[in-house]
């Protein structure tokens, strides 16, 4: 699942949203249904930069108004004046000049799949659409491929593997955007075997205001001399809304040589190897469901380090709500490598040890799983035919009608006796019904492990899967249903460590692309582990600093935003 939610936050990680704000005084933006930014702009060195071509611009008169000011979450819709569609570095560089004279809160919108109201709020006055910005190309002068921040991840998959056969390890979801979903950390279904997206960032492109107000263009590579490089590196897990917008990312992987972009990044599997089973709820006593929930803790956590077959495959274990009827598990192996379909089988015995119930086809669609009853047999398919099937047939995701809330959490060991207890409280509740709702553990590790904690901002290494809590609901009045289930399940497993998952030797905190505003509402954090801990670990403090230096005037913000250090 790879959502994440805030152009740079975003999401099953991988939403693409990249939020924001403003707090200055001047002119005023320019309204209407196209035009540009009046405001001059300063490049990188503070020198004027020429007015781009008109920007279309949407306002509450255009017949388009109402699909712009709302993502993939249909709880959160926006009021705001006027949202900008921006094609071009030197746009964005002028629609956020102009919202900082004017003094208007500003956000931004990516692929749409923020969880929470980071881009979609009260507040906002002007929202700048990325979507147009969606172009995926080899740029030499930087050696690197290079995806515009607005792209959605199964077109940079289709575009790099269809061009130079090499992929970037993202997320899951096709319509998630890539400036939430990289900035984020960015988890997908080869993390085991390539690691996280942004262990193959080379650069990034950021338009920051300046402390004098002054909207500047940046561009920060990994390389040890830039002197931006410190802007690279909080971009490489610390989430969306804190430093500025995103405009374009580069790739190329560590110790990538020569400049054939077929090489410069990694290949994915020519094959994969699918496999979908499910048990039935009506056979899962107390005692099968957690030997079920232990065996997949366990076999994560054995092969939480890299350096094993088991580095090729990577699974999801849906815990559905009882009155989905079913809990189902999905994996896939590289079909590529020796034994593929014996390390399938040995999988799956170690998930079915003890467990004396046969499974089933996956019949029904599972959270953000679909059904695939096709896949009760294993199946060879092509890896970017396997990646559009996994990606794009859950009727979940890709209905435009749905509200939805979500929780997270990492683990390191296999899951407590008491937590699997509280799971499967909660997993049979009678007071819901909503085959919706789900847990999905979802395999970490391996080559993920193989990076140090503060090599990037991304801090969960030591993580062997994690654990995304979802729901949705389309009528308002299953709203308040739907909230105290979520909510009193997952701040009940974490009861006895304060209501939230904190860092210690069991549990590693919440992923920043699923993003949960109650981690910071002392009604449900009563941990003395603060939101940006479980966030950021220990990489909080260095945040700080980057957010001093490229965003003074904390322009860009949202509720969960990267704070301004004391002093």
């Not at 080869?190 to 107000?213: I, W």
């Not at 009193?488 to 993003?515: K, L, M, Q, R, S």
């Amino acid at each position: 699942m790879a959502k994440a939610k805030a152009k740079g936050t975003g999401g099953i990680g991988r939403r693409g949203f990249l939020a924001g704000g403003a707090a200055a005084s001047g002119a005023a933006l320019l309204t209407g249904t196209a035009g540009a930014v009046a405001a001059p702009a300063r490049a990188a060195d503070g020198t004027a930069v020429a007015l781009a071509e008109p920007i279309t611009a949407v306002t509450p008169g255009d017949k388009r108004y109402k699909d712009l000011v709302r993502g993939w979450n249909q709880r959160w819709v926006a009021n705001p004046e006027t949202v900008f569609l921006a094609e071009t570095t030197a746009q964005v560089q002028q629609v956020v000049q102009t919202a900082v004279k004017g003094n208007k809160r500003l956000t931004v919108r990516g692929g749409g799949h923020c969880w929470e109201d980071w881009v979609f709020n009260p507040d906002v006055r002007v929202i700048l659409d990325m979507t147009k910005m969606n172009k995926v190309y080899f740029d030499s002068a930087k050696n690197a491929v290079c995806v515009e921040a607005g792209s959605q991840l199964l077109n940079v998959y289709e575009r790099m593997y269809r061009t130079w056969g090499v992929i970037v390890p993202a997320g899951m979801c096709f319509q998630v955007g890539a400036g939430g979903h990289v900035s984020g950390g960015g988890w997908g279904l080869l993390c085991r075997q390539l690691g996280l997206v942004v262990d193959h960032l080379y650069g990034v492109e950021v338009v920051s205001v300046d402390a004098d107000g002054t909207a500047r263009v940046h561009v920060a590579t990994r390389e040890a001399e830039d002197p931006h490089r410190d802007l690279w590196w909080a971009h490489t897990g610390g989430g969306g809304g804190n430093f500025g917008v995103i405009t374009r990312f580069w790739f190329r992987s560590p110790g990538a040589t020569g400049t054939d972009p077929a090489k410069l990044l990694p290949q994915p599997p020519s094959e994969v190897l699918l496999s979908a089973v499910s048990w039935p709820w009506a056979e899962m006593t107390k005692d099968r469901f957690a030997r079920l929930v232990k065996n997949y803790g366990e076999w994560h956590a054995t092969y939480l380090k890299p350096g094993t077959v088991n580095d090729n495959l990577v699974s999801m274990l849906a815990l559905n709500h009882k009155s989905n009827g079913y809990i189902g598990l999905v994996t896939q192996v590289d079909a590529t490598i020796p034994n593929a379909q014996q390390v399938l089988d040995d999988f799956l015995a170690e998930m079915t040890k003890g467990l004396d119930v046969a499974h089933q086809p996956l019949a029904t669609h599972m959270g953000e799983l679909s059904a695939m009853p096709e896949l009760a047999k294993p199946r060879r398919m092509p890896w970017l035919q396997a990646t559009r099937y996994m990606g794009t047939t859950n009727p979940t995701l890709n209905d435009p009608s749905l509200k939805g809330d979500f929780k997270s959490s990492y683990y390191k060991t296999a899951m407590p006796d008491a937590h699997i207890d509280a799971f499967y409280q909660h997993l049979t509740r009678d007071d819901l019904v909503n085959t919706t709702a789900s847990v999905l553990l979802s395999s970490f590790g391996g080559k993920v492990n193989a990076v140090a904690q503060d090599a990037t901002a991304a801090a969960h290494r030591d993580a062997a899967y994690k654990a995304a809590w979802m729901i949705w609901w389309t009528d308002p009045a299953d709203e308040a249903v739907s909230l105290k289930w979520i909510r009193e399940f997952f701040h009940g497993v974490y009861a006895d460590t304060g209501g939230v998952p904190v860092i210690n030797d069991v549990t590693d905190g919440c992923y920043v692309n699923y993003p949960d505003i109650d981690l910071h509402d002392p009604q449900f954090n009563k941990s003395a582990t603060p939101w940006h801990e479980l966030y950021y670990k220990g990489n909080y403090a260095k945040l700080q600093q980057v957010k001093k230096k490229y965003d003074p005037r904390n322009v860009f913000r949202h509720s969960q935003s990267v704070q301004l250090p004391a002093s």
